[in-house]
T-cell receptor
């Protein structure tokens, strides 16, 4: 069964450094998402991406964050100048399509646990 | 704005007992409703979803949920749980016409022998 994969599974970085989290969505999916979960808190939506551009983003997704689909298979989340509060589990998800009035299932990857020291 | 409240952070239950995990939501627009499960060291997996139609939705692994519009609830139930059901369960809503999922805080279901 196809699945969303994410690398690395764990990442430790120093405050102020840049990190890139990588995701490989399911191959025939067109919509891509990033969510994060700070330890002990809710899973929060960050951004959705379709047709090589951001379709929606949350208040959390400020100029520090960027997303990219550099090739036909990868979807990346870049965090510039990481802060302590960026420590969280980051989930990538993808869905085949999304129409008004129909919600396609989002398939989630296993997550990348980011620790900023 | 939409929000989701999962009333129980942890639910301990004995094997073969029934279980109900509670979820309430608030929204000014119509929503779609979901339950996801997360097993240790794995991603979120869809259990079931409500889009429209019958308010009783059946999902994988014997779970079902009932949408109650008047009570703005979408509680998850299973008549007889197994040890393998031990996991974190997340209720989520998606505002009609939008892609994002808004999650509750999760309920940790612990099934004991």
């Amino acid at each position: 069964e196809p699945e969303v994969t994410q690398t690395p599974s764990h990442q430790v970085t120093q405050m102020g450094q840049e990190v890139i989290l990588r995701c490989v969505p399911i191959s025939n999916h067109l919509y891509f998402y990033w969510y994060r979960q700070i330890l002990g808190q809710k899973v929060e939506f960050l951004v959705s991406f379709y047709n090589n551009e951001i379709s929606e983003k949350s208040e959390i997704f400020d100029d520090q964050f960027s997303v990219e689909r550099p090739d036909g298979s990868n979807f990346t989340l870049k965090i510039r100048s990481t802060k302590l509060e960026d420590s969280a589990m980051y989930f990538c998800a993808s869905s085949r399509d999304s129409h008004w009035n129909i919600q396609e299932t989002q398939y989630f990857g296993p997550g990348t646990r980011l620790l900023v020291l | 704005a939409q929000s989701v409240t999962q009333l129980d952070s942890q639910v301990p239950v004995f094997e073969e007992a029934p279980v109900e995990l509670r979820c309430n939501y608030s929204s000014s627009v119509s929503v779609y409703l979901f339950w996801y499960v997360q097993y240790p060291n794995q991603g979120l997996q869809l259990l079931l979803k409500y889009l429209s139609g019958s308010t009783l939705v059946k999902g994988i692994n014997g779970f079902e949920a009932e949408f109650n519009k008047s009570q703005t609830s979408f509680h998850l139930r299973k008549p007889s749980v197994h040890i393998s059901d031990t996991a974190e369960y997340f209720c989520a809503v998606s505002p009609g016409g939008y892609n994002k999922l808004i999650f509750g805080a999760g309920t940790r279901l612990a099934v004991h022998p």
